[in-house]
């Protein structure tokens, strides 16, 4: 076994979770790669050194540039505000470190481009944090796709919905001020990596944004609160994505429906150790959904338990990112999602937008430029 040195830029929800991941990935995969967590930095030296003590690294700081140019750090996972991500990663790529991403890489494609380019460059292992697709379940779902198992798809409808911010009398904070923090910003990501991931690549879309909520607690609300795409996929599948952040009583319905000519499938991620599966054979009046719960025969999951049935939940996503992220280090190959996969789900967005303000169909290669 042979340590690497993490470094890890930020220490709230994210930040903490990409902590206990590198903690527990050792043991829970037994990784070549073993981490070390050496520096974290957060916005006071005060905060850092805290987050420090709390989660196990040697050393903390307030300036990011200090991290990066650590010599005991080869690894970095950024997990600190939109905004900080096309700096950090470019430091970090020009001293021949690895870099994990949270998403959106970037505030633009110009942004995002540059990243990919320099990470492309570096030779060095880039991911970006897409955890929700990670799960058994949804692992075993693009299985079952590649193997032709519900024949070409013909449909794919997508969701990620939740209700944090359904309440309109609850006071606006950073999450509803900027376009970055709004739900395209925020949600929209993950569930058009699942789209991509699950449906393949998307040629053409048209979408509505709205902010239904255009003040909160009397100011102003200058980001988005729900949207709906419809798009074609390079197979010629027809695909719906809704995204919101106010769809009253949903907690994580990042869900997905996909039908095949051969039959179909269906996912809610509140619901994240279960997937029915519909398949178009055998007598018809014995045909219907099978719900089948995941167990140590499908991706994963052995490592967490032994029981079918028993789950894993949100914090085994993130420590199978950490995962894959030190085994690409490790086998000094790509690893998905790269970020130039991460350009792709951009793409998407900013197509999005495109859409809704000339309220027209976007062709997505004529935003290809990397």
């Not at 569930?191 to 449906?199: K, V």
């Not at 993130?318 to 995962?323: P, Q, S």
């Amino acid at each position: 076994m042979t340590q690497i040195g993490i470094g890890i830029i930020g220490g709230g929800y994210m930040g903490k979770a990409h902590a206990v991941a590198m903690t527990a990935v050792g043991a829970v995969f037994n990784t070549p790669l073993r981490p070390s967590l050496e520096v974290i930095c957060t916005t006071t030296d005060v905060g850092a050194a805290d987050k420090a003590r709390q989660f196990g690294f040697k050393r903390s700081t307030a300036d990011w540039r200090k991290l990066v140019d650590d010599p005991s750090v080869q690894a970095i996972v950024v997990a600190s505000p939109q905004d900080t991500h096309h700096d950090i990663a470019i430091a970090a790529f020009e001293r021949g470190k690895h870099v994990l991403c949270e998403k959106p890489l970037g505030l633009s494609l110009d942004q995002i481009y540059a990243m990919v380019q320099a990470a492309e460059k570096s030779g060095c292992v880039h991911m970006v944090g897409f955890n929700y697709i990670r799960t058994p379940a949804s692992q075993l779902a693009r299985q079952m796709i590649v193997r032709g198992e519900i024949g070409e798809i013909t449909f794919l409808r997508a969701e990620h919905t939740e209700d944090f911010l359904s309440d309109a009398s609850v006071p606006g904070d950073w999450r509803t001020q900027g376009r970055a923090n709004g739900n395209m910003g925020d949600l929209a990501p993950h569930i058009i990596n699942a789209a991509l991931a699950l449906g393949g690549p998307i040629t053409a879309l048209v979408a509505d944004i709205e902010t239904v909520h255009k003040t909160r607690g009397g100011v102003a609300v200058t980001n988005d609160d729900q949207s709906a795409i419809m798009c074609r996929f390079a197979n010629g599948a027809m695909g719906q994505i809704f995204v919101s952040r106010i769809a009253t009583g949903r907690k994580m319905g990042y869900a997905y429906e996909i039908y095949g000519t051969k039959g179909s499938i269906r996912f809610d991620q509140e619901d994240q150790n279960a997937i029915w599966l519909y398949k178009s054979d055998g007598p018809e009046d014995r045909r219907g959904y099978t719900k089948i719960l995941t167990g140590p025969l499908h991706p994963d999951y052995r490592s967490f338990c032994l029981g079918p049935g028993h789950g894993t939940g949100y914090q085994d996503q993130i420590i199978i990112e950490a995962r894959d992220f030190l085994q690409a280090i490790h086998q000094g190959k790509p690893k998905w999602p790269s970020f130039r996969d991460g350009l792709l789900v951009s793409q998407i967005i900013e197509a999005s937008w495109r859409s809704h303000e000339g309220r027209c169909w976007v062709e997505i290669s004529k935003l290809e430029r990397a």
